[in-house]
């Protein structure tokens, strides 16, 4: 039994068609107009694949293959948002192997005991609305529904509203459900995979991740008249912020990495002194206390830029996700599949989030990485080889059937 890999790349040109960016990447934010069409393609295609579809309160969209006894599904997926000028292949391409595994069982007529099926999360990127994985998130019972539903984005939009607005807004409880399995496909991210021509990644778990918000308020002023020495310059402060938290891996080491990715500048023109700046602070590591040091060294660092400048700061430490470890059965079973595929693999541990993250502590989770080329990742120039991808499929496939079972 082998996947159709012209069907599953057809399925790939057609859905990163919607909100395709002009250098070939995507920018389909999660519960936008493009997210709806997005989500609108896969449940069509879900229906004629015979699954029975539902939507839960969160958004998060299920499709069940129905198995030959009373028993919980095996359930393979990941998310269909991106970031905004990010790839055709995170996220989406793990929901799109998972069709693929279930049209092949349909073609091969095969019966399973337990159900096979395929789940969408909701705004898995954390790019509009933070914090990342909020679908899955809810569901694994580790973010309050509500919470979740008052996430805002830059726009003050809520996220309640725009799961209405899309027309996304199930009636199915957002809580953990009986399952075998949780299986998600993924691209790697990184460059481990290609630099040692392996096709398929057996991750065995994720780094733990915190995201910090920190708001440096100074004086905002004409950036003429007003002399050197009586200025309060938030974004002066949030340099320093910058610098340091770059610094942080050098002092701790560990494989641990830190990241300023958001920079809200007020009032962002050139003639005055910014007033208040907003940035978000991302801190990765495999060994959890790394990541508790860390957050203490962005504590002291705050303090200091700030006083430096004579500022004045908030620093939320706002969410944390800890060091996951997969299932060993669900790992093995993965490796057994690659292996029975004679295809090049080795374990591998993710630096990035993904839904299997909070899946993990409802299940038994595990995931398969296939490369990416130049490891690059949350960019237009994300790619990764259709070889590698039918290498990845498969494992899913064969990975899935063992865990559902022969009826
Ligand atoms: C999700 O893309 C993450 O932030 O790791
Ligand atoms: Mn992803
Ligand atoms: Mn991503």
Known sequence: MRIDRKRLEASMDALGRVGATPKGGLNRLALTDDDRR?????????????????????????GIRAGADGLPPV?????????????????????????????????????????????IFTNEEGARF????????????????????????????????????IGYLGSEPCVPRPLRAYLELHIEQGPFLEEEGIPVGIVEGIVAIAWSRLTLTGVQDHAGPTPMRIRHDALVA?????????????TIGGDLVSTVGRL??????????????????????????HVTRALGLVDRLATEAAHAEGVDYELDHYWRVPRTHFDLEVVDTIERAARSLRCGHRRILSGAGHDAQY??????TGMIFVPSRDGRSHCEEEFTAMDDIEHGANTLLLAGAALAGQA
């Open 264 to 289: 809200d500048v007020t009032p962002n023109i050139p003639n005055a002194i910014p007033g208040r700046v907003a940035l978000s602070i991302d801190l990765r590591a495999p060994d959890e206390h």
């Open 130 to 165: 933070q914090p990342a994985m909020i679908g899955s998130g809810v569901m694994a019972g580790k973010i309050p529904l509500e919470d979740a539903y008052n996430a805002r984005d830059r726009d003050g939009l809520r996220l309640g509203d725009e799961l209405e607005r």
């Open 75 to 119: 359930l393979m997926g990941s998310h269909a948002d991106s970031v905004p000028t990010g790839g055709r292949y995170d996220g989406q391409l793990g929901v799109l192997c998972a069709l693929e595994v279930i049209r092949t069982l349909n073609d091969g007529k095969v019966s399973t005991r337990h159900p096979v099926g395929m789940v």
């Open 38 to 62: 997005g989500r609108d393609l896969l449940v069509t295609w879900m229906r004629e694949a015979g699954l029975a579809v539902t939507v839960d309160q969160m958004g998060n969209i299920f």
């Open 359 to 364: 899946m993990a502590a409802i299940c038994p």
């Open 238 to 250: 949030a340099a320093d912020v910058v610098r340091g938290v770059r610094d942080i891996p050098r």
